[in-house]
């Protein structure tokens, strides 16, 4: 590192990984006003929350997280230290900005996701107390031609957003609310970005959106953006999250058969296996409709690995509903997933629903549902044993001697071996798996040449 910065940026990401892409973003726009990014909130001049409305708890998270750096404000003032400036940015800010303000008043400010490229000015106009202090405009547009073309990334795989927003409006779900409508950006700006990224060491990039596959950036569809990235030096493999199964088209589904470079893990949510619930979340899909469409996929790319999103407890959902999402997940085979119980948020249609579901029986038929899926999970890995993967290595590993990295499945990959295996790819013979992990050795020495 050059110089030390001159202010201390504290930034704390949850929810997705598009969050995860716009705090990188938040501290590029930072950087040039002098902020520095530090792992530790206590005494930093500017602490942002980076926030998550998808779910009850994660909403309630951000006040209780927000009551604790206030007494790190209130420290840093009263030892002289000068003043922590508070901003909470994210699908919080966009949903409650203004209720945000009112129940703790140490926020200074409050920016949407949309519109944190306006972060500078909203910092100005805190510390003059002058002005408005909320920004939650919908225009991804303005935000991504503001955004500076630098980015600073460290490690040799990247988060790429490539569209934002959603015009689905599943009956459960925030996200077109906090999001806004669907929007893709230009297909130029996105190789742009990609190249950059290449230049600076990135071997593979995740393209993101809350409908990454309802990409239409000048009327190109996603498979043809993953082909032209797929052209770039030095970037070996692209991944895409989170689909919608009403985008998955043809060209897409080729693409998986044809495209070294895109993985073979396909996040693909279905939310539950009946289709009295599929129909009242909105889904517009069935589950049959979602089994035929694995099939093709799997036709184009047999290798493939599926994971997926799931939600218990949709209003309405009986024993029998909940059995069909057991028999889906059977039928389908997830080498992953994420599954929730349904949290009722204000203002979505869902919460207005009749049959709202017990919170035990919720619970319940988590268990169930985590129990199979990890199973699955289990089996999945299992079968990697004895076979040679190829792994992209990211990092040491926790014991010295040992690097970390990734299978095409996404599988964590421990082996021994030298730190300039790092930003390689290597052929490596799985030996063991566990739940969340495989372990194995460098397939040859040839390995050891840094590609
Ligand atoms: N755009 C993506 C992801 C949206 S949020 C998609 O369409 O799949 C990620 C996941 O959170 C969803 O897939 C869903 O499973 C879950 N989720 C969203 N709203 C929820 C709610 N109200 N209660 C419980 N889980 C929810
Ligand atoms: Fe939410 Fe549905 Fe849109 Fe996904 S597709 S972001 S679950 S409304
Ligand atoms: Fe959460 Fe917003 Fe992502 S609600 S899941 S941070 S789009």
Redesign the pocket.
Known sequence: MSETPQKRLYIKT???Q??VYDSERMADVLRPLGYGVVNDPEGADLVVLNT???REK?TEKVYSELGQIKLMKDRKAADGGGRMTIAVA??VAQAEGQEIMNRQKAVDLVVG?QSYHQLPELIARAHRATGERLAADFAAEDKFDALPAERQVNGVTAFLTVQEGCDKFCTFC??PY??GGEWSRPVNDIVEEARRLADQGVREVTLLG?NVNAYDGDGSTLARLVRRLAQIDGLDRIRYTTSHPRDMGDDLIEAHGELPELMPYLHLPVQAGSDKILKAMNRDHTAESYVRLIEKIRAARPDIAMSGDFIVGFPGERDGDFEKTLELVREVGFASAFSFKYSRRPGTPASAMTGQVDEAVKAERLERLNQLLDEQQKAFNAGQVGKVLPVLFEKAGRHPGQVVGRSPYLQAVHAEGPESLIGTIVPVRIESAAKMSLGGVLETSSALETA
């Open positions: 949850y929810g997705c598009m969050n998550c409305h998808i994660a994210g699908c996701p925030v996200v906090t999001r809350q």
